[in-house]
């Protein structure tokens, strides 16, 4: 079975970064994020992550945004980590992002970066798609409600050194933990976590299952978690709006035992999306999680 981390990617950052070469100025005044965030360890067939709740956003990067932080934030998945917490002490484990989404987004495609966003020569690997020319890359150029984050062109080298910073090591560690998953016990499921803004257009579903339209993974599982949370009354569409990005696509391979479902949670179910912080509704959510975790685990 192929590698999870493409060679494609590697092969780029190595025409970039030339080995054993000291920085040059704009790399050195990046900052370099937290590791990603391993609890738990393998031995149960379901994995849970969080890709986009971290909360470490660059100096460096703030100031050179035209937006305030609070705006920054806005793509946050806040607390999802922490509302995680019950469902990883049933035995799973649990990885996160330390680095927000708006940094770097590991839910694109290493080169699916907006070019216009770049000044001088790009290189020939580049890959954006329509996501991308959009605004919303590995390296966004945009924020909530279309605004624009920078208020110059970025050198193509800072994008870079986001993807060898945070993009590659969240990828080189997820494909770890599920290939030892999968090594152990055959097959290996990952709940990919996230939440999501209010979605009126949807009729306000309290979760979204993405499953690529039944691509990524087996039926069974979907429908698990669409009963289970379904009898605790809560609200479930399935791939509207929302029907998984790049991790549930890359990792879901059900002819190869691994399961990939995208979990989506209205956020306004766990706190004030104004204030960004937590009201009474996160115990019951993070114990609604738990509850499903336990579902699955017993189906596998």
């Not at 216009?116 to 580049?126: D, S, T, V």
């Not at 709940?191 to 339209?213: I, K, Q």
Request: net charge neutral.
């Amino acid at each position: 079975m192929k590698n999870f981390a493409p060679s494609l990617i590697r092969r780029g950052l190595s025409r970039i970064f030339a080995p054993d070469t000291a920085q040059t100025p704009q790399q050195a005044g990046l900052a370099t994020p937290p590791p990603v965030v391993v609890v738990g360890e393998v031995g149960l067939p379901v994995v849970l992550a969080s890709p986009h709740s971290g909360q470490y956003y660059p100096a460096p990067f703030v100031h050179a945004s035209r937006q305030p932080l609070a705006v920054l934030r806005s793509g946050e998945d806040s607390f999802v980590e922490e509302l995680a917490a019950p469902a990883q002490a049933l035995g799973p484990p649990l990885l996160y992002a330390t680095f927000p989404r708006v940094y770097c987004d590991v839910n694109r495609a290493a080169w699916d970066m907006d070019p216009r966003m770049f000044e001088g020569p790009l290189p020939a690997f580049l890959k954006p798609t329509h996501r991308a020319l959009s605004g919303l890359g590995s390296v966004p150029r945009i924020v909530a409600d279309n605004r624009a984050i920078y208020r110059t062109r970025l050198p193509f080298m800072e994008a870079a050194t986001r993807i060898k910073d945070c993009w590659m090591p969240y990828h080189g560690t997820l494909a770890q933990v599920l290939q030892a998953t999968h090594a152990r016990n055959g097959m290996a499921l990952l709940l990919d976590l996230h939440s999501m803004p209010d979605a009126p257009e949807a009729g306000n579903p309290d979760f979204v299952l993405g499953d690529g339209h039944g691509v990524t993974c087996p039926e069974r599982y979907v429908a698990c978690a669409e009963n289970t949370l379904g009898a605790m009354g809560f609200k479930t569409l399935r791939n509207t709006p929302y029907a998984g990005g790049y991790i549930t696509q890359h990792y879901g391979r059900p002819h190869d035992g691994f399961y990939a479902l995208q979990l989506e949670m209205r956020r306004s179910l766990y706190m004030d999306v104004t204030t960004r912080t937590k009201t009474q509704g996160f115990a019951a959510l993070s114990t609604a999680l738990a509850e499903l975790v336990q579902a699955l685990l017993a189906l596998t």
